[in-house]
């Protein structure tokens, strides 16, 4: 999404003019989502004045979410994270990708899945939610298993607040690491059962309906655990799905 972007934060002047601009026009506004990329690594003094603003320009403000990188948020200390929580940051979406450490040093995340634990529990402790996201297929046929068992394991650790899994599908043109092996349709599917079966969580909202996913799934752990789990297993043994290939892809694929 960002290729060919360099990131860049915008100067403060700026952002609060875009900000006046959208009170005008929008001025009900109660919840506000800080794009594009990791806001979360700007200073504590400038996204405070930026959330402050936000405060001011919307009366109605209930709650502001962004991204966050895992560094980020450690680079924040827990008083300056319950500071800007007070001011209404709300959710900070994390990528996690992978629990495995090898997959995320080929695909060159710049993160350890240790360090986004400790970055998940430190905001939670602050009194954030955070919603965290892992890649189906990421780690491709070599390392489908531990890629699902790490995953799995990394996320019991962090026990976010919300939870989306997605599928990584390769664009055309853009290449994966080196001697990188696609999963087909069925082995996108048997590696999220193999995910959800290992996920021991409680009270964790858990999506896996985005448009990239051949089996759109919704629920609450570990309530709808057993139902999620009987949905993937009716379309594993459909036959419907693709064995070969990475199935249909997203029409703006």
Same mark, same amino acid.
């Given at each position: ?74 680079? #924040?200390?827990?008083? =300056?994270?319950?500071?800007?929580? /007070? %001011? ?5 979406? *994390?990528? +996690? ?83 990188? #092996?696609?999963?087909? =349709?069925?082995?996108?599917?048997? /590696? %999220? ?5 290992? *996920?021991? +969580? ?52």
């Amino acid at each position: 999404m960002y290729k060919g972007v360099r990131y860049e934060p915008k100067p403060l002047n700026t952002v609060s003019a875009e900000i006046a601009e959208a009170a005008r026009r929008f001025p009900d506004t109660r919840r506000v989502f800080l794009a594009d990329g990791d806001a979360m690594c700007l200073s504590f003094e400038t996204l405070k004045a930026i959330i402050e603003d936000l405060n001011g320009r919307f009366p109605r403000l209930s709650r502001v979410n962004t991204y966050a990188n895992g560094s980020s948020i450690l680079a #924040k200390t827990a008083e =300056e994270l319950r500071d800007l929580r /007070e %001011l209404k940051l709300n959710t900070l979406y *994390l990528g +996690l990708e992978s629990g495995d450490e090898e997959t995320l040093r080929m695909v060159s995340k710049g993160e350890t899945a240790t360090e986004m634990a400790r970055a998940v529990e430190k905001a939670q402790n602050s009194g954030f939610k955070c919603s965290v996201m892992a890649l189906l297929g990421i780690a491709g046929k070599q390392r489908s298993e531990q890629h699902a068992a790490e995953t799995a394991r990394i996320i019991n650790e962090m026990s976010p607040k919300l939870l989306s899994i997605l599928r990584f599908i390769e664009v055309p043109g853009i290449k994966m690491f080196d001697g990188y #092996k696609p999963l087909s =349709e069925m082995e996108a599917v048997t /590696e %999220l059962r193999a995910i959800i079966e290992r *996920l021991e +969580l409680d009270g964790t909202v858990f999506t896996a309906n985005h448009a990239s996913n051949p089996v759109p799934l919704k629920g609450r752990l570990p309530k709808d655990k057993k139902r999620l789990l009987e949905t993937v297993d009716a379309m594993i043994s459909s036959g419907t799905l693709d064995n070969q290939s990475p199935g249909p892809l997203p029409l703006y694929l």
